[in-house]
């Protein structure tokens, strides 16, 4: 039983793409973090969210807490933004999805 | 840079042994948080300590064990070590709660051969 699910898997995009990156959770939550993984595996913390939007940048997440969604969408790609995006659902404990990996192509 | 240090960077041991982690906490952070990355489970909660006590549990083997000292630094000891343990161990700081943004160290690359 996966508590949060992210999609999609997988992305490949052309730069300058508009990106929308999808997370469920089932469990009550906090908050919901999304946490970018570059290719040499550090992890950096993008947003952190209770309700609504936060914007940071080309970067926007949102979140919705009766549906239980959260989306994180990327204005005017770029290849820099080649990632893996993980969206962490905290409660009592935390709860990872699986990971989008994005590539963006020049 | 996030301010969070761990050390080693890398570790490689054989089955059956016993292994320490260690984790600096960003200057000013109360809480501490250990994470497992592996290849087939993605990343995994281990557990939170805050000034020094547990705060929260995930799936920490009963073969692992934490603390968080007087200084803030943290500790992840692995015991009776199984090819399974070997994952990228990341280590956080937030302020006080999971609320708060969390600042991620470089990891501890372990590999159990």
């Known amino acids: 039983k996966n508590e949060v699910e992210q999609s999609p898997q997988n992305l490949t995009a052309q730069e300058g793409e508009f990106i929308t990156i999808n997370c469920s959770y089932s469990?009550?939550?906090?908050?919901l973090h999304w946490l970018q993984q570059h290719p040499g595996g550090g992890i950096v913390s993008l947003f952190m969210l209770s309700s609504g939007k936060k914007k940071h940048g080309r970067l926007i997440a949102t979140i919705n807490i009766q549906e239980k969604h959260s989306s994180l969408h990327i204005t005017a790609s770029h290849p820099r933004d080649s990632a893996v995006y993980i969206c962490?659902?905290?409660?009592?404990?935390?709860?990872f999805g699986t990971g989008t990996s994005l590539t963006v192509i020049p | 840079d996030s301010g969070v240090t761990q050390t080693p960077k890398h570790l490689i041991t054989a089955t059956g042994q016993r292994v320490t982690l260690r984790c600096s906490p960003r200057s000013g952070d109360l809480s501490v948080y250990w994470y497992q990355q592996s290849l087939d489970q993605g990343l995994q909660f281990l557990i939170q300590?805050?000034?020094?006590?547990?705060?929260a549990k995930g799936n920490i083997l009963e073969r692992f064990s934490a603390q968080q000292f007087p200084d803030l630094h943290s500790e992840l000891n692995l015991s009776s070590l199984e090819l399974g343990d070997s994952a990228l161990y990341f280590c956080?700081?937030?302020?006080?709660?999971?609320?708060?943004?969390?600042?991620f160290g470089p990891g501890t690359r372990l590999t159990v051969l």
């Open positions: 962490a659902a905290t409660g009592n404990q935390f709860y």
């Open positions: 300590y805050y000034n020094g006590e547990e705060r």
């Open positions: 956080a700081s937030s302020a006080v709660n999971r609320e708060d943004t969390q600042y």
């Open positions: 469990v009550g939550i906090s908050a």
